[in-house]
């Protein structure tokens, strides 16, 4: 039998931080229970109320969650540097993991040539005083998202799309303010959100992205921020559609105290339309990260907005990190510059289409209804997640269970499609349609 973690403890601060050790450990898994505030208020010999504020606390910092009736649990993905892979069951020897979420390495562009140029060409090292966003690249940016329907005045440089929310979130908002985020959404955004100390409220998403009503209901909720994927939403796939932009714009216009935020994350790899929201609101920002299309380890994602949002990160940013080094600058540049690139990044795309449409083909065909308009994933409501994961896991499949990716929202699982070979569609299909196949009530499958 496992042995239970013991929190420790004779004040608020003693206890919060006995958790925090218990987490960083391992020792308290994601998703485990806190004793009741009474029952380890009795057994610290503390009151009550130390121990509901040392949960507050954790609240707070977005380590715990408290959910009702559920009591008091460890957040998914607690932010403190824990081992990622403890947070998430741990493939099977020998699985398929599909639980990643990440691009396919093999179709992402080579850097070195890339890089063997920039070495040629990089002239004297550059110091403090020359550091900034580099007016080719942000030329090169605004004519790409001008392209696209974008207003893009003002332009600054982010550590990639979840550095650049962060940063807007920061520079708008206070702990305790409500951002409306998409339900179901990116997992790392549910966790930023905690981590800042800021309310979630989930916005049902559909095929053509956050609904109105959704959208509607979280303003009344009091809602300060408004998170919005623009194309290939994960883990849906959701891309928003013209009518939904046309019928958010309205909704939106004349929010001046909603801070509305765009992530286009899947940028160049998109095979819809963008339809932004961009401008809808006085105060407004829209992030294109290069990580999907171009390479995760990139950490550069350009950042669009109206004047005093853009000056505010970028102000900011000055007095803290600095600005994003301009050998990465030059990087993203020489990428965005190479025909032969673009064509790479261009079939990545298709491929990944093909993909998941062979995959989407075959659980319908296997008479089950699964979701992806567009990107690398496909969301497939399952009756009870870790029923579905574990007979996956034991079928030589790896996928991730969609409570990383929920607030309230139905239970599914999340197949990421990216590296799926076309042998693999088949065989992957089968072992979902057995997975959710309804058992007897001895357990056995009739
Ligand atoms: C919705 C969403 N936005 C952005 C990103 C990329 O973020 P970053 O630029 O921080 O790598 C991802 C990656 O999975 C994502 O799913």
Known sequence: MAVRYQITGGSSAAISASVETGIRTGALAADSALPAVRALAAELAVSPATVAKAYQELRRRGLV??????????????????????????????????????????????????????????????????????PELAEAARVRLTADGVPADEI?????????????????????????????????????????????????????????????????????????????????????G???????????????????????HAAELAHVPLHPLAGATPAW?????????????????????????????????????GWVSTVLQRLVLSLWRDPATAELVRRAGQEYERRRSALLAALTARGLTAHGRTGINVWLP???????????????WSVAPGALFRIGAEPAVRITVSTLDDAEVDPLADAVAAALRPTGPDGFTA
């Open 65 to 134: 969650v408290t959910a009702g009736r559920h009591g008091t649990r460890v957040r998914p993905r607690p932010p403190v540097a824990t081992r990622r892979a403890a947070l998430r069951p741990a493939p099977a020897p020998g699985a398929r993991d599909l639980s990643q979420g990440q691009p396919d390495p093999r179709l992402l562009p080579p850097l070195g040539p890339h890089l063997a140029a920039l070495a040629a060409e990089i002239g004297p090292p550059v110091g403090y005083a020359s550091s900034a966003v580099l």
């Open 156 to 240: 600054t440089v982010a550590g990639g799309a979840l550095d650049g929310i962060e940063r807007l979130l920061a520079a708008h908002l206070r702990p305790g303010d409500a951002v409306a985020v998409e339900d179901p959404g990116w997992a790392n955004l549910l966790d930023l959100v905690a981590a800042a100390g800021l309310r979630p409220i989930g916005v049902p998403v559909d095929s053509d992205g956050p609904t109105v009503a959704g959208v509607r209901d979280a303003l009344a909720l009091g809602a300060r921020a408004l998170v919005v994927t623009s194309r290939a939403q994960n883990p849906t796939g959701a891309a928003v």
């Open 382 to 396: 399952v009756p009870d997640e870790t029923v579905a994961v574990t007979a996956l896991r034991d079928a030589g």
């Open 285 to 321: 920002a829209f992030v294109r990260s290069v990580s999907k299309p171009f390479g995760p380890d990139l950490r550069l994602a350009v950042l669009t907005g109206d004047e005093a949002t853009v000056s505010r990160v970028a102000g900011r940013a000055r007095v803290g990190a």
């Open 242 to 264: 013209a009518d939904r932009a046309a019928a958010l714009r309205d909704l939106l216009a004349g929010r001046p105290d909603l801070l509305l935020i765009e992530d286009d």
